[in-house]
């Protein structure tokens, strides 16, 4: 059984309807990548999964009807979201940060930090004075500690060095390989998404286009649909 | 030790200080300057769990400063008058017991904070301004009209309230009692701020939209502060009454939540000792430069001005530092 079921979904932005019919779904410890070029769609549909934005359309997650929820009781079913942009709290520490919003379960500061062994490094620092990367390994953190079983990571290394996109990926294998927790990645990185992704989904025009595992992605699918 | 540390343990001290100074200097009117100076960082460090942590801008704080304030007028006047405050269906009689004051005090301004939260924190920025600042208005003029409690001319208790083992008149003994409430919620403060609850809540200030899906309510959040911050001003406000043995339509005034706004900003909004390096600030620049003119209120407003414009964690940040501001 599915754990996210989306089929269907539509959303506008006011008169500008964005999403016209997109199915997804991830059943559970599945490490899915949800593909498209710029404005396609993907992050309007992470939205809509987290109640930011209404939608219609099938939206279930283990079996709840997610439109009828407010957005934070959607997130303390199982949706942990690493939103675009990271958004730490930037007057709180790294520790402030994780506490703040921690969820009883197997995430822990501990385990966050063993995740991810520079916030552990940079517990009582300030978050605003991390660099971009550290900030986005705060943002994964932040989402872990509140025990998700779906974790949503939007553009997670958009625009970071590439010593730091290893260690994000490096960290995104070691959650796929030692956890039971569904994973949905946005990334432009195909090579990256491939090897460690179970299922892709592609959007085009705010629409599923392409749905099949990982593998069957064939290059000119990926070069049509994704541009790379 | 951190500068901060160091400058709130000598803030600390210097108010500990205090009447063993006026004793000395045979000026005990400076214990009760004083212990209208800690009643006044009561008030702030209530206000300054809803603006510094939470970022909510009330200008209506001044109604739980009333309640509180008139929860001891009214229980003292019944009191002192032997009439029973309601006869039916049961009979309430007065008190002048201040531990019972303070807990109608604390539980009259929580239901009010949670009527008002709620119907406020349905807005945020100017609109949150606007509405807490109508609701101090409607009990400034409901106090006006309450001629059963003296309506506009206010309210006289002839006899401070008692506490046990203390002798509430005696200066030092009010004083000391007042001083203890400001320690225990400053340090009920501190542990809020450092605990779980306390930064979601400043997450919330920060970016509320982010908070929501992590799966915390941000409006919940801020609604819990705002009743926190509610029933400590209140019990300021009982204090405050006691001071004064006298209550009066003022206290629920918008002119007063202003002013209790302003020892936040002046202390440092946000900062633990802020309340109290503001209130002290006050107490003085009232007292000496009131002495000098009656619009002593010009020179403090160039304070406050240069206080906004070069230092914006207030006195707290030009002595200590940055580190810790929520500016």
Redesign the interface.
């Known amino acids: 059984m599915s754990l996210l079921q989306i089929k269907g979904l539509t959303a506008s932005y006011g008169v500008s309807q964005a999403l016209f019919g997109v199915d997804l779904d991830i059943a559970a410890g599945e490490v899915v990548a949800l593909m498209g070029r710029n404005g396609m769609g993907k992050s309007t549909t992470v939205k809509a999964i987290c109640r930011m934005i209404s939608a219609t359309g099938t939206l279930r997650f283990d079996g709840h009807d997610l439109h009828m929820l407010q957005s934070h009781k959607a997130a303390r079913l199982g949706l942990g979201l690493v939103p675009e942009g990271r958004r730490c709290f930037r007057d709180l520490t790294v520790a402030e940060n994780l506490l703040a919003t921690s969820r009883a379960g197997p995430w822990d500061m501990q385990a966050v930090c063993a995740l991810f062994p520079r916030l552990g490094e940079r517990q009582g620092q300030i978050s605003a004075s991390l660099s971009g990367g550290e900030q986005q390994m705060l943002a994964i953190g932040r989402a872990l500690m509140t025990n998700p079983r779906l974790l949503i990571l939007d553009e997670a290394t958009e625009g970071l060095a590439p010593i730091i996109r290893q260690e994000i990926w490096a960290a995104i294998t070691r959650l796929k390989r030692d956890t039971d927790m569904a994973i949905l990645l946005i990334d432009k990185t195909v090579s990256e998404l491939a090897q460690v992704c179970d299922r892709a989904v592609v959007l085009e025009r705010g629409k599923t286009v392409w749905s099949g595992a990982m593998a069957a992605l064939t290059p000119d699918v990926s070069e049509r649909y994704v541009g790379v | 030790m951190t500068r901060e540390t160091t400058f709130n343990a000598v803030l600390l001290l210097g108010l500990i200080a205090v009447p063993t100074w006026a004793l000395i200097m045979d000026q005990p009117f400076t214990i009760t300057l004083a212990t209208r100076a800690v009643i006044l960082a009561l008030a702030a460090a209530g206000l300054n769990i809803a603006l510094g942590i939470g970022g909510l801008v009330s200008l209506g704080h001044a109604v739980f400063f009333g309640i509180g304030g008139y929860a001891m007028g009214i229980l003292a006047h019944h009191a002192q008058s032997y009439s029973p405050l309601m006869d039916w269906p049961f009979v309430i009689e007065g008190t002048k017991f201040m531990p019972v004051i303070w807990l109608v005090a604390s539980v009259v301004s929580a239901l009010a904070a949670l009527v008002i939260g709620i119907l406020s924190l349905r807005t945020t920025g100017a609109y949150f301004i606007m509405i807490t600042l109508a609701f101090g208005q409607m009990f400034y003029y409901f106090a006006i009209s309450w001629s059963a409690y003296g309506g506009e001319d206010g309210m006289s208790i002839y006899v401070r309230n008692d506490f046990p083992g203390l002798n509430t008149l005696a200066p030092i003994q009010f004083y000391g009692l007042c001083l203890a409430m400001l320690v225990i919620v400053l340090i009920f403060s501190a542990r809020l701020r450092k605990s779980?609850f306390g930064?979601?809540l400043?997450?919330a200030r920060?970016?509320p939209?982010?908070?929501?899906?992590?799966?915390?309510?941000?409006v919940r959040l801020k609604l819990v502060a705002f009743v926190i911050s509610g029933v400590i001003t209140g019990l300021a406000g009982a204090l405050f009454a006691d001071l004064n043995r006298f209550v009066s339509p003022t206290m629920f005034s918008w002119q007063f939540s202003g002013e209790i706004m302003v020892l936040v900003i002046l202390g440092g909004v946000g900062r633990l000792f802020g309340p109290v390096a503001g209130a002290v600030t006050f107490v003085a620049l009232e007292h000496f430069l009131g002495g000098l003119t009656e619009f002593w209120h010009i020179f403090l407003g160039v304070i406050l001005l240069a206080v906004v414009l070069f230092a914006r964690g207030g006195i707290t940040g030009l002595v200590a530092g940055k580190e810790a501001s929520?500016d």
């Open positions: 779980p930064l979601a400043n997450a920060q970016v939209a982010r908070l929501d899906a992590v799966g915390l309510n941000p929520h």
